[in-house]
């Protein structure tokens, strides 16, 4: 469903030139969630970006459900669900209309787009409150409106960027509650998070990035042979310090 391969990116700095992504390859199949992890600066955000199509790579390329970025990135972006811990909900519209208006913006037909907001919002519990201004919601409500948000066009691959920041516990069990019903409907999720223990408990398969190189991939069984660590936090920590 996804497929990063040999992507590089560099950007010009003062002293030379840095290289943000380095090689990096990594593929994510239906049903499966993929943690991206990694301290500040390994690459984590370029390597988001180049996949939904913002930035362009030096080399190497990713595929969307078969569609390479750089050839189709409008087609790509109609395959992609992304949610961030910025909520970014227009204040003034209704939870229905901002929904209804992010569904016509992915060409979903009328008739469906009405289904799905409905269907969706009773998934995530906030069908009370498809009529209310998106400005009055609290900010687990807001939560939940993005959430459904990225859903709304049906696409295959979700990006989820720092989803849990700043959520209080019952935030952040939605955050899993929305993952186990993306992983349950097929959907290839990408997780970026500073969270370790969540990302253990939420991912399949991690990739730990550092200083744009991908050091490891696998499942966390896989990781703790290859290191020969007991937990992500341990291996993470290796990683840093070496």
Known sequence: MLLVHSLT?????????LTAVNDVTFEIGS?????????????????????LGLL???????????LRTSADPMAVKSRLGFVSASDG??????VREMLLYFADLYSVNVTEAASRCESLCDMMDIGDLLDRRAGDLS?????RVTLVRGLIHDPPVMLLDEPTRGLDVVGVQTIFDYIDILRRGGKAVVVCTHRLDEAERLCDRFGLLHRGRLKHCGTLSDLKEQTGRDSLVDIFVDLIRN
């Open 9 to 17: 990116k560099r950007f010009p700095i003062d002293d030379g030139v």
């Open 89 to 94: 909900v227009y204040p003034w519209l209704t």
């Open 56 to 66: 362009q790579p030096d080399s190497g390329y990713t595929e969307v459900d078969g």
């Open 31 to 51: 049903g499966e969630v993929f943690g991206l992890l990694g301290p500040n600066g390994a690459g984590k955000t370029t390597t988001m970006r180049i996949i």
């Open 139 to 143: 900010t687990g409500q807001r939560q």
